[in-house]
């Protein structure tokens, strides 16, 4: 039943004629829930939190569960957003996951790209387990008390990278030609 809703001024399925307490206003309901899912994408601390609360249980008081899932099924990602929204996301997602990697290697590199010694030594000694050779889990237990003091010798370097590297450590090509020579 079609007709011009009284709080969205646009047409909907509410029905005027049922009484105060079975009457359904869905365009309330959908704003509810745009404002909820909106809002689940704050940075203010429990804000996001409150917000998905609110959500679960407007959709289980309304029964929309349901409803939600064939609508996006029914009308599908392509039909919400344009080509150019989509590639647009997509080039977002990627530099956000380049940025990631970065950042994953910035606890062991300084500002200036320098190796933070301690911090790959400390983490190769945390991945000892899947190193094969007993003589590099010994050079990396060895040198985690060696680097807290100073930075190792550069006799040490190559290796104490290599392992690094090889345990999935990443770096600057730069960095690894500097350092590690063949």
Request: hydrophobic share 35%.
């Amino acid at each position: 039943m079609n007709h011009i809703c009284p709080i969205s001024n646009q047409s909907c399925d509410c029905d005027p004629k049922a009484d105060s307490k079975t009457r359904s206003y869905p365009c309330r309901v959908a704003r509810q829930l745009g404002k909820f899912i909106r809002l689940m994408a704050s940075d203010i601390r429990g804000e996001a939190e409150n917000a998905s609360a609110a959500f679960l249980r407007l959709c289980q008081s309304e029964n929309l569960f349901s409803h939600l899932a064939e609508l996006l099924e029914r009308r599908g990602v392509r039909e919400l957003y344009s080509q150019a929204e989509v590639e647009e996301a997509l080039n977002i997602e990627r530099q956000l996951a380049q940025a990631e990697v970065i950042g994953e290697s910035a606890e062991f590199f300084d500002a200036y790209g320098e190796p933070l010694w301690h911090a790959i030594a400390l983490f190769c000694q945390r991945n000892t387990d899947r190193l094969t050779r007993d003589w590099d889990k010994k050079f990396v237990d060895d040198l985690v008390g060696y680097t807290a003091m100073r930075d190792p010798t550069p006799k040490q370097i190559p290796f104490l990278l290599s392992i690094f590297l090889k345990l999935g450590g990443q770096c600057d090509p730069s960095i690894k030609a500097r350092y590690i020579r063949r």
